[in-house]
C-alpha cells in the first residue's frame, strides 16, 4: 500500500457555522504535520462537502487507497452503520479506490487531558481556588445506549484522576442533566463549578448546555490541539498497518 494514502478526516456536521469552522481548524494543523500528504475534510450531514464528494474527488486524483478517520467521540450508528454504508457505495463507485475506516477517537487518554487542559484553561478565570472545592460537570451529547452513556462515565473518572476534583456526568439530550450534575456537585462539596464539554467542537448541544447553567463556568471545547492531531494520525496509521497485515 502506498505510504501516502490519503487521508479522509470525517466530522458529524451541524447547522451551526462554528462547527464546521472548528474541524476545518482541527483538519488544517492535520495537514501541516505531515505535509505532502493528501489531507480532506468530509461531513456526515448538513454541511459540504460531504463524504460522497470527497471520496469522487480522491477517486478523480487517481489516489488507490484512502484511509477515512472518523471525528466521532463514540462508536454509534454513524461509525458503525452510517459512514460503512456510504463507503461500500463510494467503493461500489471507485472500486479502484480502497477506502479503510479507521477507528473513531473514543476515550483515548490522551483525548481526556486535551479536556484537562480546557478544564484549566477555564478555571483560572475563577482565580485562586485556596480552600474551595472545584467541582466538574462532564457534558456530552447522551445517547438512549447506557453503554455509550457509560463510556462518558469512564470519562470523568480519568478526568478526576488528572485534576484531582469532583467530577459529575451529564447530557446535553437526556438525563441526569446539567443542573442535576450542578446540585450533585454542590451536595459533594464543590464551591465553585465548571463544565467540561466532551465535545469536539461548538455547536447547538453546546449552547444548549449554557442556556441550561448561564451562570457557571463553561470550558471550552476541545477543538484543534496537539493531543487531537496525534490521535487522528495514529488512527491513520493503525488503519493502513492492520490493512497491510491482512492483505499479507
Known amino acids: 500500500m502506498h505510504r501516502r494514502s490519503a487521508l479522509i478526516a470525517v466530522a458529524h456536521g451541524s447547522r451551526d457555522p462554528r462547527s464546521a469552522a472548528t474541524v476545518a481548524a482541527v483538519v ?65 463507485r471507485h472500486p479502484q479506490l480502497r477506502l479503510i475506516q479507521a477507528d473513531v477517537l473514543g476515550p483515548d487518554a490522551r483525548l481526556i487531558a486535551a479536556l484537562r487542559d480546557r478544564v484549566s484553561e477555564a478555571s483560572a478565570s475563577l482565580g485562586p481556588m485556596g480552600s474551595r472545592r ?55 462539596g464543590a464551591d465553585n463549578i465548571l463544565v467540561a464539554p466532551w465535545f469536539l467542537a461548538p455547536g447547538l448541544l453546546t449552547d444548549r448546555l449554557v442556556t441550561a447553567a448561564p451562570d457557571v463556568v463553561h470550558a471550552n471545547v476541545i477543538g484543534p490541539h496537539p493531543a487531537l492531531t496525534d490521535i487522528v494520525w495514529d488512527r491513520y496509521d493503525a488503519a493502513i498497518s492492520s490493512a497491510l497485515t491482512l492483505s499479507a
Do not use: K, M
Open 134 to 188: 472545584l467541582g466538574i460537570a462532564v457534558a456530552a451529547v447522551g445517547s438512549s445506549s447506557p453503554v455509550a452513556n457509560a463510556r462518558t462515565a469512564q470519562v470523568a473518572r480519568q478526568l478526576t484522576g488528572l485534576t484531582r476534583q469532583l467530577t459529575e456526568i451529564c447530557f446535553a439530550t437526556t438525563e441526569p442533566s446539567l443542573p442535576q450534575a450542578i446540585s450533585r456537585l454542590r451536595s459533594r
Open 28 to 92: 488544517a494543523e492535520l495537514a501541516a504535520v505531515r505535509p505532502g500528504f493528501e489531507v480532506r475534510l468530509a461531513f456526515l450531514d448538513l454541511n459540504a462537502p460531504s463524504v460522497e464528494q470527497v471520496v469522487d474527488a480522491v477517486a478523480a486524483q487517481g489516489h488507490t487507497h484512502a484511509v477515512v478517520v472518523p471525528l466521532l467521540l463514540g462508536n454509534a450508528f454513524h461509525a458503525r452503520v452510517d459512514l460503512p454504508g456510504l463507503l461500500a457505495a463510494a467503493h461500489a
